[in-house]
């Protein structure tokens, strides 16, 4: 009888996937509300991970025809130790199914919700669903890498212009020494023994003949002293260089706001969801992300994630210092041809009145040209000097936005319309 | 062929037990299989060759979701399914079977990469040989499946499936998928013998078929009333469509659905071919598993006697099919548990009959066991198994009672109990519990609206006055679906009176 054992394990492993996305597909719309959910609820650093599905149960059914309850029925089970033919047993109330009289239930599992998990990837798939990059305009390198070499090290082979000469000559000194060492420790005793041969009687025909012997096995020995070559293949050192990719698209992303007095917990908390959606968004389309960290009062300064969002400060508000500030940080550290430079700014719209207009200057003069895109929430309903200065922007610059978000449930809206898809209406 | 005894002849003595690590390795298997298999053939089974495949706990979480086939088309609910098992295997909740086996020939058989040797010899014994027997010799699998072709046709369906999704999208594929599944139950015939199913058959026929049945349906429709309004009406209330009601809903949707779009037609009879399939695996749980467990207890057991097995891996092995076979009081009936009894059960009364024995299987009592037990293997289904079989031993070994449980009354009757005037009683009962028919609902196809509205009727027969569950509307808009036009279902009890009736509009085109 023909036996064979087949080794399945390595073959079609996650068969299953075709099916997963079948039904991904077809619950999309309880995934979009759940990954909403999950985006208005979860703190900051925990926004990249999977997220539970709760789907009714109703809307999975696969409905078969059945026996309903009522009707005559009977059945048989094992196990009886107390009852004889023709006892009487309450029926459980209410359609508790288990317990009394040996009805067991076979209703199975509870009518909880179908829960399931949505993966990292899946989740962010759907919460980036149909967002692109605005104006995106990546640099094209991204596609073909750039590279660099590097130096690394030292290798035996390559290249004679690499050759390292101070390396192989040290290389072929030791070798030199290692070599020749017990053979001139030898020569140097022989050296010592014909010195005393010699004041020895010359005539003594034994002296002779050591004198001679001694001689001769100088003699070998300096010739195979000669022969350990001066350079030898083995000796060469090369410079090693490798070659890494650049990360061809770097972005760098301004965090601006407002922490003046007049910015409770809550209005920073906005804001703060607006850069975390922000900051995933641009994880997705870029290698490499810094993130600059301003936040201003009457005078901005760069401070850490930490500081940017808990530290708390008083006093009145000049918005154009954090745009001088991030103009200078641009001009020193982040050269316009090697990054993608993203701005977004919250605000409560509160500000010196003298100062807008000038924020508004700075903006389209220096900023913007800068810019791949900036974007402007402000976490506050009343709308003041700084939101008309910049709406004038609004529509003549293109890869400028602004909206308003006084809810943490509208963050998501508003971002996705801050960077909807173009030619998709919102 | 059929052994009376074991076959002395084929008896070989170990002169020391094999190899027992807990790990094991691919000739490790190979010589457990080789004693597995000698001493299978020394009891006389006749099995398919065997094909033994390892697989992770990953590709069994597939295969369970792919109901337990290793090819199969792509559909949501298996994704559901393989979501729902991997949630609760990775929760804890619940441990993935030991092994899967496939009706096919070669018989396949999937180990899991997790088993301990005695674990896996454990599966060989119980698949390879108990399963694999039981595929090829009870009488339902050899009269409704067709082993050699079962894989190709899957391969072949998948294939299908995937192009009608190409051209028609997946969303309506998967419409017509839900439709197809929600009628599984009712897409087998009964009674009729099918053709069986041959890959190469399918291909050359396939167009040829759609052609065809495209033609027919156009036939039927085509009867367009020619005599005045008022005789029409009298004609079509005489003739009737079918003739006769149809069991097989699927079939005849397939058949006869007026705007099925022929490879509409074609997933329909794939469901239905593939539900066919399934048909005696239904009726024959309590047969197989019990068999199967039989075996592995006898073909094991009798390895140890020769000499082959250390006592440890028996102890391992043992305290699996311990748990395997218990039996929680007042639960469900384990269909593992009795089963194993039955057969072990058969065996005694041919060995050690009793005089009550004597006098209720007066036909088997002291006949050798090995052909009887094989015998009933082939030749009943569960329900006439227990039927025929139920000894008044096993009844009291089991403690068996029969619980009445009537609508109109407010408590439940003990209307049997294992004793003397009981053990009829509660074989019957537990017969009919197994019997297919009484646990699905009756659902024909009773009248098609030929001159009218075209709707269609399909008629509950119920059965002890049980009404349907509240699914059914949701499945006669799957009817609907199929059928293009408006469906009824009326619901008669024992009387013939119709208590309950459904309707469902036509869907919208």
Redesign the interface.
């Known amino acids: 009888?023909?036996?064979?054992?087949?080794?399945?394990?390595l073959s079609?492993?996650?068969?299953?996937i075709?099916?997963?996305?079948?039904?991904?597909?077809?619950h999309k719309e309880q995934i979009r509300d759940a990954v909403r959910r999950a985006v208005d609820g979860r703190g900051i650093r925990d926004m990249e991970r999977g997220e539970d599905v709760h789907i009714p149960k109703k809307d999975?059914?696969?409905?078969?025809?059945?026996?309903?309850?009522?009707?005559?029925?009977?059945?048989?089970?094992?196990?009886?130790?107390e009852?004889?033919?023709?006892?009487?047993?309450?029926?459980p109330q209410g359609g508790g199914g288990g317990g009394g009289?040996?009805?067991?239930s076979?209703s199975g599992e509870g009518d909880d919700d179908?829960?399931?998990?949505l993966s990292k990837e899946e989740f962010m798939q759907v919460f980036f669903d149909d967002l692109a990059l605005p104006n995106l305009e990546r640099t094209q390198l991204a596609e073909t890498p750039e590279w660099k070499s590097h130096r690394a090290g030292f290798t035996s082979d390559g290249t004679p212009t690499n050759l390292h000469v101070v390396r192989s000559m040290r290389g072929a000194l030791g070798r030199r020494i290692a070599l020749g060492t017990s053979k001139r420790h030898e020569l140097h005793e022989l050296e010592e023994r014909l010195a005393l041969l010699q004041r020895e009687d010359q005539a003594d025909f034994e002296v002779k003949r050591m004198h001679a012997e001694t001689l001769e096995r100088i003699a070998v020995l300096r010739a195979k002293i000669g022969a350990i070559p001066f350079l030898d293949p083995i000796d060469l050192r090369f410079r090693n260089r490798v070659r890494v990719p650049v990360p061809a698209s770097r972005a760098v992303m301004f965090c601006l706001m407002d922490v003046s007095g007049s910015m409770d917990e809550s209005r920073k908390d906005l804001a703060k969801r607006f850069f975390i959606l922000l900051y995933l968004f641009l994880t997705r389309h870029y290698e490499k992300i810094d993130v600059v960290f301003i936040r201003h009062h009457t005078q901005a300064q760069e401070v850490d994630e930490q500081n940017f969002f808990h530290a708390t400060e008083t006093g009145g508000t000049v918005v154009s210092s954090a745009l001088v500030l991030m103009e200078e940080i641009i001009r020193a550290r982040y050269p316009r041809s090697e990054w993608n430079i993203y701005g977004a700014q919250a605000s409560d719209g509160d500000n010196w009145h003298h100062d807008s207009g000038r924020c508004r200057e700075m903006l389209a003069d220096k900023i913007l040209p800068l810019c791949r895109y900036f974007a402007y929430v402000q976490v506050a309903e009343q709308e003041q000097n700084l939101w008309e200065e910049y709406s004038k922007l609004e529509g003549e610059v293109k890869h400028f936005a602004m909206r308003k978000a006084v809810e943490v449930a509208q963050i998501y809206p508003v971002f996705r319309e801050l960077f909807k898809k173009e030619g998709v209406p919102a | 062929m059929t052994l009376e005894q074991r076959d002395p002849a084929k008896i070989i003595r170990a002169s020391q037990p094999l190899p027992s690590p807990s790990d094991w390795t691919?000739e490790l298997?190979?010589d457990y299989?080789d004693v597995i298999?000698r001493t299978a053939q020394s009891y006389g089974l006749d099995?398919y060759?065997?094909?033994?495949?390892?697989?992770?706990a990953?590709?069994m979480?597939?295969a369970y979701?792919?109901v337990g086939m290793p090819v199969n088309y792509?559909?949501?609910?298996?994704?559901?399914e393989?979501?729902?098992t991997e949630?609760n295997y990775k929760r804890g909740q619940m441990g993935l079977a030991y092994e899967i086996v496939i009706n096919s020939d070669?018989c396949i058989a999937?180990l899991m990469?997790e088993n301990t040797m005695a674990m896996q010899a454990l599966v060989i014994a119980h698949a390879c040989y108990g399963h694999n027997s039981f595929f090829k010799g009870n009488y339902l699998f050899r009269m409704w499946t067709d082993a050699s072709s079962i894989i190709d046709y899957l391969v072949y369906a998948k294939n299908f499936v995937a192009e009608c999704e190409e051209q028609n999208g997946?969303e309506a594929v998967?419409q017509v998928l839900?439709s197809c599944?929600?009628?599984?139950?009712?897409g087998v015939d009964r009674y009729r013998r099918p053709s069986k199913l041959s890959l190469s058959q399918e291909r050359t026929r396939l167009l040829e078929r759609e052609a065809h049945a495209q033609q027919q349906v156009n036939d039927l429709w085509r009867t367009l009333p020619k005599k005045a309004a008022a005789e029409a009406e009298a004609a079509s209330s005489a003739r009737r469509f079918p003739e006769e009601p149809q069991e097989n809903l699927l079939y005849f949707i397939e058949k006869n659905a007026p705007l099925l779009e022929p490879w509409q037609r074609e997933l329909v009879r794939i469901v239905r071919k593939i539900a066919q399939y399934f048909y005696p695996q239904r009726q024959t749980q309590v047969m197989n598993e019990g068999w199967a467990t039989f075996w592995h207890h006898r073909l094991l057991n009798t390895m140890y006697d020769d000499g082959y097995l250390s006592d440890g891996m028996m102890i391992e092995w043992l305290k699996s099919h311990t748990n395997v076979v218990a039996?929680?009081?007042?639960?469900?009936?384990n269909p593992y548990a009795l089963g194993f009894a039955m057969y072990t059960d058969i065996k005694r009364i041919c060995e050690k009959p009793t005089d009550e024995d004597r006098n209720w299987f007066p036909d088997i009592a002291g006949k050798p066991w090995l052909s009887t037990i094989d015998h009933a293997m082939r030749n009943f289904k569960d329900e006439s198994f227990i039927g025929q079989y139920l000894s008044p031993h096993l009844m009291r070994e089991?403690?068996?009672?029969?619980?009445?449980?009537?609508?109109k009354d407010?408590?439940?009757?003990?209307?049997?109990?294992?004793?003397e005037?009981?053990y009829q009683h509660?074989r019957q009962?537990?017969s009919?519990?197994y019997d297919l028919s009484t646990?699905?609902?009756n659902?024909q196809v009773w009248n098609v609206n030929l001159r009218g509205d075209r709707s269609l009727t399909l008629r509950?027969t119920?059965?002890?006055?049980?009404?349907?569950?509240?699914?059914?509307q949701?499945?006669l808009k799957?009817v609907a679906r199929l059928w293009g036009f408006g469906v009824q279902m009326e619901s008669a009890n024992d009387r013939g009176d119709i208590t309950q009736r459904w309707s469902v509009p036509p869907p919208n085109h």
């Open positions: 009888m023909l036996q064979q054992i087949i080794d399945r394990r079609g492993k996650n068969k299953s075709g099916n997963r996305e079948r039904f991904l597909r077809r999975l059914s696969e409905p078969v025809f059945g026996h309903g309850d009522g009707g005559v029925r009977e059945v048989v089970r094992p196990g009886n130790t009852h004889v033919k023709g006892d009487r047993v309450a029926k009289g040996g009805k067991a076979d179908f829960v399931f998990h | 691919f298997i190979n299989h298999r099995t060759p065997n094909q033994l495949e390892i697989i992770t990953e590709q979480m597939d979701a792919s792509r559909h949501w609910s298996y994704g559901k393989f979501i729902a949630r070669p999937y990469e997946m998967e839900d599944h929600a009628l599984m139950n009712h039996q929680q009081p007042m639960a469900n009936l089991f403690r068996l009672f029969s619980i009445l449980d009537d609508e407010s408590e439940y009757l003990i209307s049997a109990i294992h004793d005037a009981g509660v009962a537990l009919r519990q646990r699905e609902p659902i509950h119920q059965h002890n006055d049980r009404p349907l569950n509240k699914e059914a949701e499945v799957h």
